[in-house]
């Protein structure tokens, strides 16, 4: 089976890996990577679990070819945090019980981390839209929405 | 033990939180475990079909296929099930639904598990099928078990209601139906297992239940108990399919013989394909009222879908009949449920277990006779809702807490605040606006059957406390409540508190994480291990403190004296004391509700030991051209005892609303079309309601600090709330859930609206 070898840095971590061209980035970095905080709920691009950042933008994984992460920039939950310290998104959560099971959480911090990282201080709207691809079935989202919130009024606070 | 150090009623945050936060490995498809095996599952393509032949020869060449298992490779019983066990695990002779089991393959890489999958020839011979139950009750109907399709009917019985509707001032009858649903959960079912050094199977599993599942493997696999271990992984949401065996009896087969790790994780098609539906149900009410709006009469028959298998079938055809009066009184009932095989994919528990849909009737019929006699549709709910020392329809006398009243009291400044301002807010022509009332009541535990929980909890020679409980926490947040009663009755900290979970190596039965259960029950069961525990530090320190022990208390990791706080002794020195003198420092708790067994042709008994109870307010806007519903509101009461953590209380009543909202609105599971995600809505960030939680607190005798439960009362009364104010806008009523596009839009073009607008 032909290979083909693909450079990334993801959480700030360069890697050069030999892969099968039809594999996802979401394989990747689950199965090669042992990054297992970004989820597969669907894999179909359907409800936002495996959400990461790649190149400035926010993708779901399980759609994206590992090809197209040749060269690029990936952030995934893991790393987020500081050292040991939580990110402000992660901490609001806590905070704003912004998580029920935990499952869509990864996705739903990543999809957080995009709006944040290009809007500070966001509507109720617009943090509505900016998760509007990620589904959560626990929490009827509102608490999510005020984590969120909370995040941007916490970043904006010199955080 | 009435003091509780502050720790209930307050929202600590919750354990695991952090973990799930980075992103940690913890469900059952993040475990790593020495090259695996992964499993494949080959569903049935056919609705009903004998087997003749399985040949998988073609199939075991494939490259990287290590074996393919079929219902000869099961050591013992084959058939698995919670009440009746009717479903195998891999499918022997016939299949009875598209999505049975008929072959697992466990193979090197998931590309020649897919392979060989496709690869098995099964020759099957064609049965006639048969898809709507009440066809299924025919005579001349297919059989989909030898027994025939008739699975269980539950009757209640009281007074005559034939009679008593003659005197009633005003009766209404009417049909109402619901449709498959499918729970969801983001989380595909998943699993791992190996063998641990000893030889011991260890299956690591997304589940709701596992010492349940760990029953069904012993019986699958004719081991000694002893030999199996289930440890239930972080579970990303169950809603009731996580209580059946999804996973976990493949993983247990495939260990079993080739004794190498394996994982088995269902893609979402797989869960959609072979897990457990809500039962679609057919329900004619007819109720009946005099001239005050009292509740005379009723009756109800109701026939449920259970499709090809039980699973669960049972307990929601006697709970839906249980609760078709609601939370109201009423003298006169007669209510039949019957729970019916299809070759329907099969339906099991979901959130609520049949009494959403009864909701969606009861609460319909109460907004239709307000109507016809002219009244106000909360003021026929508070005319008739429950109150203690009244009686049930399966005769039950309630003693305990019966917060319906509150409830209704609660939402009506905000009801009568929708009904006088927003309804008459400007909006669109095409726009109109209606308020909508449910109400609801829900029984705490299992029907009528025994349902006990055990826990233990034990302090070492240092004086660390650690509780072990069987409970599954699915991401309700259980495993927190229980740490806080715990913590509450010996006077520590929870994060004192050291906590095993679900792990049947180490913790005993607390039963299903169902019904609501948990925070009530397994509440109990460990209180009742504390209080043990707590009344052997107490008597200890009576001899170390030189103190009687009405004046001692727990405190902070210590035996008090409460007039002279200064005067204490810490638990270290207590445990080390009692080890000496061999006095256990391990105790059992255990709680078992009490409950009389429902007559069978009368229904007279008493089903639970308590009730919670709720009434939501739903605002909402129809567009009459589109069909479009629009929730802007909801006001949801809940009368859950006590809030041991209350954002946790809040958490379920968001959740439950939000899913009610679904269930409500736009969720369908067709079996001939609904494959993934992409042909089955959910509520999105963007269909999100206002919601305004409002926690009652009617504190329940017999509860753990007076807590009952709220996990599925939380989306009961949401579906008929929202129906109800669909009919305010539109003038018209819909009688078939979901509310979808097409059919709002017929209720709108049936009242008229739809037209007005063409002339406007
Ligand atoms: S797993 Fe990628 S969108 Fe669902
Ligand atoms: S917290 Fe469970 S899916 Fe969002």
Sequence with gaps: MEMKTIKFVINGVKQELRIPPWRTLLEVIREDLKLTGAKEGCGQGECGSCTVIMGGKSVNSCLVPAMEADGQEITTIEGLKNGEELHPIQEAFVEHAGMQCGFCTPGMIMSAKHLLDHNSDPTLEEIQEGVSGNFCRCTGYTKIFESIDAAAKSMKGGR | MKSNNGMIGKSIPRIGAIERLLGKPLFSADMELDHPLVLK???????????????????????????????????????????????????????????????????????????AAKKIHVVYEDLPSVHDPEEALKNHASKVHEKGNLLF???????????????????????????????????????????????????IASTQNPHYDHSELVSLLGVAPEKVRIVQAATGGGFGSKLDLNVQGFIGLALYHLKRPVMCTFTREETYRMTAKRHPLKMVFKTGADENGHLMAMTAKMICDTGAYGSYGLAVASRAPVHATGPYEIDHVDVECRCVYTNNPFAGAMRGFGVPQAAFAHESQMDLLAEALGMDPLEIRRVNALKAGHKTATGQLLNGSVGIDQCLEAVKPHYENALKTWLHGETDFA???????????????????????????????????????????????????????????????????????????????????????????????????????????????????????TDLMLENGFVVYKKDPDHRMPFSKIAARAAKRGIPLRWQGYFDPETVPLDPETGEGVPYATYAFACHVALVTVDVLTGEVTVHKIIAAHDVGRAIHPASVEGQIRGGAAMGVGFALMEEYDPST?????????????????????????????????????????????????????????????YHLPANLERVLEASIQSGKFTMKEVA
């Design chain 2, 41 to 115: 599952v080959l569903p049935s393509d056919r609705h009903h079909a004998r087997i003749l032949d399985i040949d998988t020869a073609e199939a075991a060449r494939v490259e990287g296929v290590v074996e393919i298992f079929t219902a000869e490779d099961i050591p013992r019983n084959h058939l698995t099930g919670i009440i009746n066990k009717d479903r195998p695990l891999l499918a022997k002779n016939k299949v009875r639904s598209k999505g049975d089991a008929v072959a697992l393959v466990a193979a090197l890489n998931i590309h020649a598990a897919e392979t």
């Design chain 2, 153 to 203: 009917t539950r009757k209640i019985k009281k007074g005559n209601p034939e009679k008593a509707f003659e005197a009633c001032a005003v009766v209404v009858e009417k049909t109402y139906r619901t449709s498959f649903l499918e729970h969801t959960y983001l989380e595909p079912d998943a699993g791992a297992g190996y063998l641990d050094p000893d030889g011991n199977l260890v299956i």
């Design chain 2, 431 to 549: 726009k109109q606006r209606g308020v909508g009332l449910g109400a609801m009541w829900y029984g705490i535990g299992n029907t009528g059957v025994q349902n006990p929980s055990t826990a233990h909890i034990e302090m070492d020679g240092e004086g660390r406390i650690t509780l072990y409980t069987g409970c599954a926490d699915i991401g309700q947040g259980s495993t927190t409540v229980l740490s806080q009663i715990a913590a509450a009755v010996l006077g520590i900290s929870p994060d004192m508190l050291c906590m095993v979970v679900g792990d049947t190596a180490f913790t005993s039965n607390a039963g299903a994480t169902s019904a609501s259960r948990q925070t009530y029950i397994s509440g109990n069961a460990v209180k009742n291990a504390a209080e043990k525990l707590a009344d052997v530090l107490l008597t200890e320190g009576v001899d170390l403190l030189k103190r009687p022990k």
């Design chain 2, 674 to 734: 609904t494959r993934s995600l992409k042909d089955y809505h959910i509520p999105t960030a963007m269909d999100m309601p206002e919601i305004i939680p409002i926690i009652i607190e009617s504190s329940e005798p017999t509860g753990p600090f007076g807590a009952k439960g709220v996990g599925e009362p939380a989306l009961i009364p949401t579906a008929p709330a929202v129906i109800n104010g669909i009919t305010n806008a539109v003038s018209a009523r819909i």
